[in-house]
């Protein structure tokens, strides 16, 4: 079975606050792919990154970071010094060779001014 | 435009009424997705083209649910005889697997937000 749980369903920080969205994958699949997306409220999902099962080095994109484990099956995502703009609904997911997709159900991540 | 569209924007149908939604993908992308949606909730996949080919379908929620896709490029969901319960926004991606293999960045559309009424 294939299945991404993200823990954190809404997540409220105020703003210049570090927040972490946690990401917990299952799969049987030995090469798979992890990513993240953004939905903000226009709704149209916009791509973060994407990691290969092979690759655990962690990345760091400007205040956006994600930390790949794989002995404990997690890949989590770290904002740091969140702006408003960030307010959005984040979506962790898996997809194996075989095209087999599973997002996870998604957290709500509100910043306040 | 480059991206991914998706027509129409809003379909409203009554309950027992057909339904066609349609995806152009980015030119080029191989891979194709379909998912669903529904208010609040995450993205339940429903199904995966490579080529105008189908691997998965494990997706698909019922036999009411179908979907082609011809040329390797445009594809079309259809439900057949829709039920409240269907009503969601329905999204798809295009990518251009890595090396012809690897699933690579999915690029999703704008949606068909799917009311039945």
């Known amino acids: 079975a294939q299945k991404v749980t993200q823990a954190q369903t809404e997540i409220s920080v105020v703003e210049k606050e570090d927040v972490t969205l946690d990401c917990v994958y299952e799969?049987?699949?030995?090469?798979?792919?992890l990513f993240w997306y953004k939905q903000p409220p226009s709704g149209e999902l916009v791509f973060l990154i994407r990691?290969?099962?092979?690759?655990?080095q962690n990345e760091i994109s400007g205040r956006y970071s994600w930390n790949f484990q794989k002995s404990t099956s997690s890949f989590n995502f770290t904002i740091t010094a969140s702006q408003v703009v960030d307010s959005a609904v984040y979506f962790c997911?898996?997809?194996?060779?075989?095209?087999?997709?599973?997002f996870g159900d998604g957290t709500t991540l509100t910043v306040k001014p | 435009g480059a991206g991914v569209s998706q027509s129409p924007s809003n379909k409203v149908t009554e309950k027992g009424k057909d339904v066609e939604l349609r995806c152009d993908p980015i030119?080029?992308?191989?891979?194709l997705y379909w998912y669903r949606q529904s208010l609040g909730q995450g993205l339940e996949f429903l199904i995966y083209?490579?080529?105008?080919?189908?691997?998965?379908k494990s997706g698909l929620p019922s036999d009411r649910f179908s979907a082609e896709r011809t040329g390797g490029s445009v594809s079309t969901l259809t439900i057949q005889r829709t039920q409240q319960e269907d009503s969601a926004v329905y999204l798809c991606?295009?990518?251009?697997?890595?090396?012809?293999?690897?699933?690579?960045?999915?690029?999703f559309g704008p949606g068909t937000r799917l009311t039945v009424l």
């Open positions: 030119s080029g992308h191989t891979a």
């Open positions: 991606a295009s990518s251009f697997p890595s090396g012809g293999v690897s699933p690579d960045t999915q690029y």
């Open positions: 799969t049987r699949d030995t090469t798979y792919y």
């Open positions: 083209f490579q080529g105008n080919s189908a691997p998965d």
């Open positions: 990691r290969n099962s092979f690759d655990e």
């Open positions: 997911a898996l997809i194996t060779n075989a095209g087999k997709s599973t």
